[in-house]
């Protein structure tokens, strides 16, 4: 039996016990076995996020002359402030963010709130409608958009000719282009919010709202005192990534309106587009992906910090 208890044989002919070995067999794995796990990640982050974000960096300090790409320094954001259609996509997507953000919120917030209440029937299959057009893909509802929006027989026009309005030339007039894109942005993305905000509610915990309704808090009371404070942080987060996904804002404009008309729906990231792979300058384009990256950073710090002092 004294064989079983020895694994290994020494230099000098006798054996290693099992005692012997097995604190350095468990030392070993907890390691290599943390390795093993980590590994495969880091090694995705690195190829495909991390290098390229440094590539791209690197891009946009460079300029091709004659087929040559060479070191530009910071030209091409010195570029960047003199290019008129940079200011003109930020002016438009800076509109979008500022009308679209809170309109967009605000009915999140209130289907949340309605569809949380106990007294409604069919709540889940209310749901389920208005989380649906969150499952849609952007190209898809963006085409249906636009052939609903189409100036001679589309859906839109149809339905306001019934009350004897005219039609209204929606993908190639200034201000009803921004008004559909805007409308668009908000039927896709309402519904995802709401469904965040909704389980924010659904955390609440009940006696907050009987306290309130004890000391005689109606309705709409509760929802601003109660609800809407404990709400904050979903608020903030719906908040943050609403902010970046209109910052980002690509599909919607591309299809409907393809950044016009007279570039009233251009933004940075379709500009991006435009610079890259019609004109194939990716360092200015790098450049211009940079800018939206900082200012994206910068307003979700602003937005982070306003929210955390009002609560």
Known sequence: MRGASTVAARPGGTSYSIDEVLPHLRRRPRHLMGWLFVGPAAA?????????LVASLWQ??????????????????RRLAEDPLVATSLSNVFLFLVVQVPLMIGLALGLAYVLNQSWLRWRTGFRAIYFLPAVTTLVAY???????LTTDGGLANQFLS??????????????????SVIASLTWR???????????????????????A?????????????VAVPQLRPVILFTSITSTIGTLQLFDENFILTGGGPANA??????????????QFDFGYASAIAWLVVVIIAVLAVVQFRVMREKS
Do not use: C, H
């Open 213 to 225: 309704a004890i000391d005689g808090a109606g309705r709409w009371r509760t929802f601003a005192s």
């Open 44 to 52: 995705l982050f690195a190829l495909f996020f991390a290098y390229p």
């Open 142 to 148: 963006s085409v249906v958009f636009r052939v609903i």
């Open 265 to 278: 729906t251009l933004t940075p990231v379709l500009y991006l587009y435009k610079v890259g792979f019609r």
């Open 162 to 179: 019934v009350f004897g309005v005219t039609p209204i030339d929606w993908l190639n007039n200034d201000t009803w282009a921004r008004i």
């Open 189 to 211: 993305w309402t519904g995802y919010n709401m469904v965040i905000l909704l389980a924010g509610l659904q955390a609440i915990p009940q006696s907050q709202y009987e306290s």
């Open 60 to 77: 946009s300090l460079t300029r091709t002359v004659s087929g040559r790409t060479e070191y530009a320094g910071l030209d091409q954001y």
